[in-house]
């Protein structure tokens, strides 16, 4: 069985370095590593012949099409598992648009997502999440891809590790799709799935143990944090929490979309958040991993989304309670712009993240 390897950060670079660099590896991207899936048997044949263009195809580049007959791939209501905070249907959203869209490639057309085939080359594998609530998203998104598949009695969801792994497990598969919080994927002072919210926050940048514990025996990991370090300052922590002879020092860090309803159609777009050379650092920084010997698949997601302004939660969303009247009737403060409603975009980079791996 594949295991998926831990990327370690080289104590000879300065503290800004460091920063600067785990920053743009972890940018909003997801990294697909160790993916050593093995084809087995003829009955992925035809698969192979489908996926085979996909080799020389740029499937990041491309548009997005409407197609109200093959799309949603789901209905929100029949995910047994759907977040209330992507669940923007249920919380009232009525222009419904937004889970029609599919991405279309300038030069190929992606595999239809085949909850069956993904979960058979999973069979007797972990596939984990790791990261923030961006993370969770797609991860919630992909056990409503498949779950459907899997008969009632055959599926389970757990929740270990003081609540920050979900496992969704398909028995017959003996198959497992995880989510592990971990927002800055090293230890913080954030770690705790419920209560993460703090007004300084803290990480220790060389201590990845604590969290990767949870994970290093995957098959398949996806992660992400960018967000997260989106701060003007942060503090960074030599030693434990609660060491009083631990070191701490204070490092520098390197628009609304309520009413949207319309994506942007401008080719190589670039949002206010996003930024065009971080993706080369990072991309410099697969290379290198590859070099070493580390096989890892970079999924540069992040522009394809920029276009689709129209698809986050903005006020038609639940995250502890619903939102109030007084805090509905205020969307520049309210409006969720971050995250995904489901259906929506999530599901196309699962299912970029399906076509990789049934073609690696």
């Given at each position: 069985?594949?295991?998926?390897?831990?990327?370690?950060?080289?104590?000879?670079?300065?503290?800004?370095?460091?920063?600067?660099?785990?920053?743009?590896?972890?940018?909003?991207?997801?990294?697909?590593?160790?993916?050593?899936?093995?084809?087995?048997?003829?009955?992925?044949?035809?698969?192979?012949?489908?996926?085979?263009?996909?080799?020389?195809?740029?499937?990041?580049?491309?548009?997005?099409?409407?197609?109200?007959?093959?799309?949603?791939?789901?209905?929100?209501?029949?995910?047994?598992?759907?977040?209330?905070?992507?669940?923007?249907?249920?919380?009232?959203?009525?222009?419904?648009?937004?889970?029609?869209?599919?991405?279309?490639?300038?030069?190929?057309?992606?595999?239809?997502?085949?909850?069956?085939?993904?979960?058979?080359?999973?069979?007797n594998k972990?596939?984990?999440?790791?990261?923030?609530?961006?993370?969770?998203?797609?991860?919630?998104?992909?056990?409503?891809?498949?779950?459907?598949?899997?008969?009632?009695?055959?599926?389970?969801?757990?929740?270990?590790?003081?609540g920050s792994l979900n496992i969704f497990k398909a028995e017959g598969y003996n198959a497992t799709i995880e989510f592990y919080w971990a927002p800055l994927l090293v230890e913080s002072?954030?770690?705790?799935?419920v209560n993460h919210r703090v007004a300084e926050r803290t990480v220790r940048v060389h201590a990845i143990e604590k969290h990767a514990k949870y994970w290093t025996d995957a098959d398949i990991l996806v992660f992400n944090t960018f967000l997260w370090w989106r701060r003007k300052a942060m503090n960074v922590l030599w030693g434990s929490f609660g060491d009083p002879n631990g070191v701490m020092k204070r490092v520098g860090m390197g628009e609304n979309c309520y009413k949207e309803k319309d994506q942007i159609r401008e080719e190589g777009y670039w949002g206010n958040g996003s930024y065009p050379?971080?993706?080369?650092?990072?991309?410099?920084?697969?290379?290198?991993?590859?070099?070493?010997?580390?096989?890892?698949?970079?999924?540069?997601?992040?522009q394809l989304s920029e276009y689709r302004k129209e698809g986050h939660p903005s006020i038609y969303r639940k995250q502890w309670d619903p939102l109030t009247e007084e805090q509905l009737s205020n969307p520049k403060?309210?409006?969720?712009?971050?995250?995904?409603?489901?259906?929506?975009?999530?599901?196309?980079?699962?299912?970029?993240?399906y076509a990789y791996i049934l073609h690696p």
């Open positions: 069985m594949a295991k998926a390897h831990q990327i370690a950060v080289g104590s000879t670079w300065g503290i800004r370095n460091i920063f600067q660099s785990l920053v743009a590896i972890l940018a909003t991207t997801f990294v697909v590593t160790a993916i050593y899936l093995t084809q087995e048997g003829e009955q992925w044949s035809d698969e192979k012949t489908k996926l085979h263009s996909l080799s020389k195809c740029d499937v990041f580049s491309g548009k997005w099409v409407f197609d109200n007959e093959s799309y949603p791939l789901y209905k929100e209501q029949q995910c047994t598992f759907m977040s209330d905070q992507l669940a923007c249907e249920k919380f009232g959203r009525k222009d419904l648009g937004y889970q029609n869209w599919r991405w279309k490639p300038h030069q190929c057309d992606l595999p239809r997502f085949n909850a069956t085939a993904l979960l058979e080359r999973l069979r972990r596939m984990v999440f790791v990261g923030d609530s961006l993370n969770r998203g797609q991860w919630v998104s992909m056990v409503c891809l498949v779950e459907s598949s899997v008969p009632p009695t055959l599926k389970s969801m757990r929740t270990i590790a003081n002072n954030s770690d705790d799935p050379s971080m993706m080369r650092v990072v991309e410099n920084v697969i290379e290198d991993l590859n070099g070493r010997g580390l096989k890892v698949e970079l999924l540069n997601i992040t403060t309210y409006a969720d712009c971050i995250h995904w409603c489901l259906p929506g975009v999530p599901d196309v980079w699962n299912e970029l993240l």
